[in-house]
C-alpha cells in the first residue's frame, strides 16, 4: 500500500517559533508537494520538488521553506510563525510516469498562537 | 480571476441516488489536465479520476465518470448509485502546461452528504 507519513496531525506553536513540517513517502517518488488548505480558499500550493536538493515556489510560498535532501523526505520550514500560518497543511507525492495522480498524507493541522 | 470554480459548497444526496459535481474552470493553454479528488472527514485526499484536454472519451473510473465538455470550459463528476462512504469534500482541480507541469490548482471544493 503506497504511504505519504505525515509527521504530526496536530500541531500547536507560538508566534515566531520555527516550524518544521515532515513528510515522508515510500512510492519512490521523484516528486513532493506542500500545499496548505484553507476553509473556502481550497488547496494553494506552497513549495513542490521534482528531485533532491530541487525546489520551486508555487503560488504562496512567502513566510515558508522547504529542504530535500533525501529523495523520500521533504521537509516545511515556517521560519517565524504566525498567526495568518495557521492552517490545514498537505503532502503530496507523484511518480513522473504518472504525473497526474498525486499521493497525499493525511495532513497535519497547525495552530499557531 | 478564478482557474477553477465550484459553485457548490454543499449538496444532499439521496443513498443509490446519481449526483453531479458541478466544476468550470478557465485556461488558455491548448494541453492541460482536469482531476477530482476526495477527501473524506479522516484528511487525506484520494484521487478519483482524470481528463486530459486532448482525450475524446469522458474519463470513467468505477462509478465515476467526469462529464468533459470542453467548449463549456466543465469537468463535471457524476457519482453513480451513492453510498455513505461517498460523503466527503470533493475537489476539482486542474493542471496547466501540458504534461511537463508539475502544478495543480484547485477548487475551494464541494462537501457531499449522503443521506440513508
Redesign the interface.
Known sequence: DVKVTQSSRYLVKRTGEKVFLECVQDMDHE?M?W?RQDP??????IY?S?DVKMK?K??IPEGYSVSREKKERFSLILESASTNQTS?Y?C?S?ADRE?????????TQLSVL | AQKITQTQPGMFVQEKEAVTLDCTYDTSDQSYGLFWYKQPSSGEMIFLIYQGSYDEQNATEGRYSLNFQKARKSANLVISASQLGDSAMYFCAMREGGDSSYKLIFGSGTRLLVRP
Open positions: 516528486n508537494f500545499y473556502g480558499l481550497g488547496l494553494r500550493l513542490f521534482y520551486e508555487g503560488d490545514m498537505l503530496a507523484s504525473r497526474e495522480k498525486l499521493f497525499f498524507g493525511s495532513g
